[in-house]
């Protein structure tokens, strides 16, 4: 009715669950972080309750479109007292059949049911929503059912989600031994102020608007009359849409939203709780004490009047979702309590500083760095001096390195937490050094992590973030990486036809060092700690998917030291293969496609043309022992072996071309490139038949 009229491709604010249109505020992050560590970690039995409206049935819309063919789910919304055998409920979730069977015949069906999915490595997840309508005795049944098990894993995974009611009904004594098997619970809260306009401009931006259609003080007292309940904002933005579209009116003022709640209140149906409604007012984000690093574009909104516009605002971008990770690590970032100066540090730099480098305020608080050691072997303190002084900087180590922990802490680094433990897979390891850097330096708005087999450009830090200043769509940025002798290395996989090496938008950084924005890096819940390798590639793939954008300079970022790296060509090339397949695994569908045409030549060229050849010629040789006697069966062998060798000279010749006659890194790139799909093979197999890297 009114999309064309405001300049929208959909309607932003309707009151149906919608994923696409979920918004990320600090309580909704958590929650669903909560079910993330419940199905990734197996926690029997997960909660999330929340007051009508504030979004838990758009939480859970949400799972189940992340949630991958790994995993059996059941979403039941209907379940009532007196309403039917709760077993019949839970199988008819499960697409099973149910009628004319007796309790114990469908209690022995879903048994055998969960046992099959076992057996096929699928995990069974059970979502009933609005659980406060369940009785106690189908509570306790569910509890039955979560004993079901095999050896020491529990075959069904059970999240409850419902109204604060369902909290009550666990609480109660009879359900002691439900509410002990409670691995993981949060409550969602209505939005604050601050969420309110971010909740707003969120869902406009995803609806195509490109412009200003709310005024702060319209949206101020949409946050009043709602309470922060989202279903509640979005029937008084709607509404407020169509009288502002019959009016004519191209902005939605604080006049406009009093007629609304008015009409709603004295003529309609205001959908508010009683207890809602005489609650306190809302109070906005430093009021209530919580994100302390809040969204800094929304401070100059009270300037705005229904009566002029402002300029619009640059980030338009809807806030990047979560991914998998452990919601303890997303919970240490909501406050931060003590903020720590940290100490200037003493000692030499890598090289002497520029005069470009000495106009650089060495008090700069607003980028911290975290060094990652992924072995013993690789010293982390050139990349720490570099650095510079009066900068928060954490080092953690990959699977542990107490030598490099060692060096480290006398280099002035902070050690992460835990570091005498064995952080892997690195994913964990980052999140770990990040959170410790947090801890020191709260207020940080960028975070660069740096390799410790390298050092940091002087200049490239400051050059980083006014490029980010510049830009605020982009979320990673990343440089050049070059060698002691000052030429450029490649951070894209030999042979990879991804270009990211090129200046400009990039759809992944492959390597480890990277400067990222805060903002960005919390709203995906930092880097995924599921994952074998590429957890940097998985963590831009999954910004860009929420409409970040990744960037590469020309600028040097770091200089890089060569490090031992055990096996040499075929185990580098065998570790490309598996990171290849992996990358695939995650990403390989469309529009990414990571890793997919890597692997699908390393099969190519690394087994089906060999295996053909090598078959070819034994069967010539066959074919000429019994057709061809006075043929030697050797010499029609080696010349077909002979064409197979010629197809791969020929391959490695057109690429020294393309790369360049005469440069002695074309002949080794090329040759590296053909001859490593064998080995890139190898690794990919590793990966397919549960080998580990």
């Known amino acids: 009715m009114y999309e064309q009229f405001f300049g929208l491709t959909e309607k932003p604010f309707s009151i149906q669950p919608d994923p696409a249109f979920l918004?990320?505020?600090?309580?909704?992050?958590?929650?669903?972080?909560?079910?993330?560590?419940g199905v990734l970690n197996h926690a029997?039995?997960?909660?999330?309750?929340?007051e009508v409206g504030c979004g838990k049935t758009t939480l859970v819309h949400r799972l189940l479109d992340q949630l991958s063919d790994t995993h059996t789910v059941a979403l039941i919304s209907n379940i009532q007292q007196g309403r039917g055998d709760l077993l019949s409920w839970v199988l008819m979730g499960f697409g099973e059949p149910f009628a004319g069977k007796t309790h114990v015949e469908l209690f022995s069906q879903l048994q055998s049911f969960f046992i099959?999915?076992?057996?096929?490595?699928?995990?069974?997840?059970?979502?009933?929503?609005?659980?406060?309508?369940?009785?106690?005795?189908?509570?306790?049944?569910?509890r039955m059912l979560s004993n079901i098990n095999a050896g020491k894993d529990q075959l069904l995974q059970l999240i409850l989600v419902g109204q604060p009611e369902l909290k009550e009904l666990l609480n109660k004594p009879e359900l002691l031994q439900l509410a002990q098997r409670v691995g993981s619970d949060f409550h969602l809260t209505p939005l604050n102020v601050e969420e309110v306009h971010a909740y707003i401009d969120?869902?406009?931006?995803?609806?195509g608007c490109r412009r200003r259609v709310f005024t702060d003080r319209a949206i101020e007292s949409i946050a009043e009359h709602s309470r922060g309940v989202p279903r509640v904002i979005n029937i008084i933005t709607d509404t407020a849409l169509v009288y502002a579209f019959s009016a004519e009116e191209l902005v939605v003022g604080v006049e406009t939203i009093r007629n609304v709640i008015r009409d709603k209140s004295e003529f309609g149906v205001f959908g508010l709780a009683s207890d809602e409604a005489a609650a306190p007012p809302l109070r906005s984000a430093g009021e209530a004490g919580i994100d302390a690093f809040a969204d800094n574009s929304k401070k100059n909104r009270r300037n705005d009047s229904d009566e002029a516009i402002t300029a619009e605002r640059d980030d338009r971008r809807p806030p990047p979702a979560p991914s998998q990770n452990d919601p303890l690590e997303i919970q240490q970032r909501a406050t931060a309590d003590v903020i720590v100066d940290v100490a200037?540090?003493?000692g030499g730099q890598l090289r002497e500083a520029s005069p470009r480098f000495s106009g650089i305020k060495e008090e700069s608080s607003i980028t911290g760095v975290v060094v990652v050691a992924s072995d013993n072997k690789a010293s982390p303190e050139a990349a720490i001096r570099s650095a510079?002084?009066?900068?928060?900087?954490?080092f953690v180590a990959v699977g542990g390195a107490p030598d490099a922990t060692a060096t480290a802490k006398g280099a002035g680094a902070v050690i992460a937490e835990g570091s005498e433990r064995s952080f892997i897979p690195a994913g964990r390891a980052r999140n770990a050094g990040y959170r410790q850097l947090k801890k020191i330096a709260p207020h940080l708005e960028y975070v660069q992590f740096v390799d410790a087999d390298a050092a940091l450009d002087p200049d490239w830090i400051a050059t980083a973030e006014k490029f980010m200043a510049r830009r605020p769509e982009v979320s990673i940025v990343t440089g050049a990486i070059k060698s002691l002798s000052g030429s450029r290395l490649s951070q894209a996989p030999t042979g990879s036809r991804d270009h990211a090496d090129d200046e400009g938008e990039i759809q992944c950084v492959y390597g480890g060092s990277a400067l990222m924005r805060v903002e960005s890096f919390e709203a995906a819940g930092g880097f995924r700690g599921d994952l074998l390798t590429a957890e940097t590639v998985d963590l831009c793939i999954r910004l860009r998917r929420r409409g970040a954008?990744?960037?590469?300079?020309?600028?040097?970022?770091?200089?890089?030291?060569p490090a031992a790296k055990p096996g040499g060509w075929w185990a580098q090339s065998r570790h490309r293969g598996f990171d290849n397949a992996y990358c695939a695994s995650l990403h390989g569908g469309p529009p990414e496609r990571l890793g997919m045409m890597d692997t699908v030549l390393a099969v190519l060229w690394g087994f089906l043309f060999p295996t053909a050849v090598i078959s070819a010629a034994l069967l010539g040789a066959l074919v000429a022992m019994k057709f061809s006697p006075s043929t030697p069966p050797i010499l029609i062998a080696g010349a077909i072996l002979a064409f197979g060798a010629g197809v791969f000279v020929f391959r490695i010749a057109a690429a020294v071309v393309i790369r360049g006659l005469f440069k002695l890194s074309s002949w080794k790139t090329a040759f590296a490139t053909v001859t490593g799909r064998f080995p890139e093979f190898l690794g990919a197999c590793k990966l397919w038949f549960g080998a580990k890297r």
């Open 23 to 37: 918004y990320w505020g600090r309580t909704h992050r958590l929650a669903y972080a909560m079910l993330e560590y």
């Open 44 to 50: 029997g039995i997960s909660v999330i309750t929340g």
């Open 116 to 142: 099959s999915e076992y057996s096929k490595g699928r995990r069974v997840v059970l979502i009933i929503d609005e659980a406060q309508n369940l009785s106690t005795d189908m509570l306790e049944e569910l």
């Open 202 to 207: 969120t869902r406009l931006a995803i609806a």
């Open 344 to 346: 200037p540090r003493s």
């Open 388 to 394: 510079g002084d009066g900068r928060a900087i954490v």
């Open 549 to 561: 954008r990744i960037w590469r300079l020309d600028e040097a970022m770091a200089i890089c030291r």
